[in-house]
């Protein structure tokens, strides 16, 4: 076992989420232990060593799962995108935006507004609900960056709030919609409930374009057709 200088000090190897648990059944009333507790769990440092009977759950029908995400994002909902919000990614690469963002989304990253449509999923609190919905996001690096900020934050003021602001302080600014999952299979079609779900946020998303028709946002796809080919390895075509 590791010694410091000091004889009588030992130091104990032990993991990132043995450490998670007990700050979470010891230290709960200190408020930098909270922030810890939070950075923890964002940074996927509080998971354990064992599968739940849940994770095996998951695992099993995982491929079901995915077949129903992907009916739910193409048809209807991909063309709606694509006609309101231009171009629009591939449903394989939905995939890499799970591995890299814990969402199975359609999206793009083109023009003034980036934006990813789908399913978001708890990474850092696992117990908590999916959640199917949209979101928005203006670069901080885009030229109308500061004026779309304020188109967001007129769009959750006209909303009544039924939009809620993800950041928009600094940096990469954002707002959002959607519902957790429970919330929308209660009945006996569950896709079209969701596709239903989805079309009508595109619709929002329509009437918050009309609100603030000076900014550039990005060609629909009517409009972007002859210069598509530039970004065909990464769009859907």
């Known amino acids: 076992m590791p010694r410091t200088a000091d004889p009588n000090v030992n130091f104990k190897p032990t993991r990132w989420f043995a450490f998670f648990r007990f ?74 935006q799970l591995r890299a963002f814990q969402r199975y989304t359609i999206y793009s990253e083109v023009g003034v507004l980036d934006w990813a449509m789908g399913y978001f999923f708890p990474h850092e609190n696992p117990d908590k609900p999916v959640w199917v919905g949209i979101e928005l996001w203006s670069n901080p690096r885009a030229v109308a960056h500061s004026e779309l900020i304020q188109a967001f934050r007129g769009w959750i003021d006209k909303s009544r709030g039924s939009w809620s602001a993800v950041q928009l302080d600094n940096g990469w600014s954002g707002i959002r919609k959607g519902k957790a999952i429970h919330g929308l299979i209660g009945g006996d079609d569950h896709v079209r409930a969701v596709k239903d779900h989805l079309l009508q946020l595109l619709d929002e998303v329509g009437q918050f374009q009309k609100t603030c028709p000076g900014l550039p946002w990005a060609k629909s796809d009517a409009e972007a057709q002859p210069e598509q080919n530039s970004s065909a390895s990464t769009l859907e075509p």
């Open 23 to 96: 700050l979470k059944a010891h230290v709960n009333g200190d408020g930098l232990a909270k922030e810890l507790k939070l950075f923890m769990e964002e940074n996927r440092m509080s998971l354990g060593n064992q599968f739940r009977s849940t994770d095996l759950v998951a695992m099993e029908n995982f491929l079901s799962a995915r077949a129903l995400m992907d009916e739910t994002l193409q048809g209807e909902v991909f063309e709606k995108a694509r006609k309101i919000l231009g171009p629009v990614s591939s449903l394989t690469k939905s995939v890499d």
